[in-house]
Structure formats: structure tokens, C-alpha cells
């Protein structure tokens, strides 16, 4: 079985509405090799952070934690790529809810598969070569 350590990561801008299934969805499914969760908070005017600092107090990750004044996804993955200090690195959309259990160690299935992988979504896998194969024939 693949298993590698990850750092989560979540960049929110103001989810007050639906953060918490987000959450819960991240600490439900995460694998055990998720060892970093990193959350920026990128310009946030609602109520979204108390939710996620309490929906984080029982998670066995103590999350780390910044601030930045609205610099839009791009920029704050970015920013919290850098300070992920895992190999390997998962980011969720601060609108998705994960059901998938081991959602991590699933996703980087394809590093296994695939040399110079530049990339792997929830739908495909990405390598320098402009016919690389699907990696999920299941879609």
C-alpha cells in the first residue's frame, strides 16, 4: 500500500456556510500520514474562523494556522505550500466535502505510476508528456 506523509492544506475565503462539513469531512477521511494541516485564512470578514478553530479542537493534527488579507486562492496555496514541511503536499478546496476515506494517500496514488508527475487532481493525473494516459478509468 502507498503511504506517504502529508501536509493538508486549506486556504479559506469566507465559507461561514458550509466550512464546517468541509472540516469534518477533511478529520473524518484523512489518513494516518496526514501529519501537517495548514489553514490560511485569506481575507476572512465572516464568522468562518471560530467555526473551523472549533471543529478543529478535537482533530489529532494541532493545525497551523495564518492570516492573509485577501490575495485570492492562487497566492495563498502558494503561501501555504511553503510552509508545509511534509513530501508531499494535499490541498482541499475550501468548498469541497471529502467522503472519500484515506482521501490523501489515494490521490497520490499516481506518483507510484507515473514519472515527472506534475500534478494530480480528483479526476486525473499529469505528466510532461503530451500523451500521458488516464490514470483513473473508472470516470
Not at 59 to 73: A, G, M, Q, S
Request: hydrophobic content about 35%; charged content about 30%; glycine content about 2%.
Amino acid at each position: 500500500m502507498f503511504s506517504k506523509d502529508t501536509s493538508i492544506v486549506l486556504t479559506i475565503h469566507n465559507q461561514e456556510p458550509i466550512i464546517d462539513k468541509v472540516i469534518r469531512g477533511i478529520i473524518n477521511n484523512m489518513s494516518v500520514n496526514a501529519k501537517q494541516m495548514v489553514i490560511v485564512f485569506d481575507g476572512c470578514k465572516d464568522n468562518t474562523e471560530s467555526i473551523v478553530r472549533r471543529e478543529l479542537k478535537e482533530c489529532r493534527i494541532k493545525p497551523d494556522f495564518y492570516h492573509l488579507p485577501n490575495v485570492w486562492e492562487t497566492k495563498a496555496n502558494n503561501f501555504a505550500f511553503r510552509k508545509s514541511t511534509c513530501p508531499y503536499i494535499v490541498t482541499v478546496q475550501d468548498d469541497a466535502e471529502i467522503q472519500d476515506l484515506n482521501f490523501d494517500q489515494r490521490l497520490l496514488k499516481p506518483f507510484d505510476v507515473v514519472d515527472n508527475l506534475l500534478g494530480v487532481t480528483g479526476r486525473n493525473a499529469q505528466d510532461e508528456k503530451p500523451d500521458s494516459r488516464r490514470l483513473w478509468p473508472d470516470d
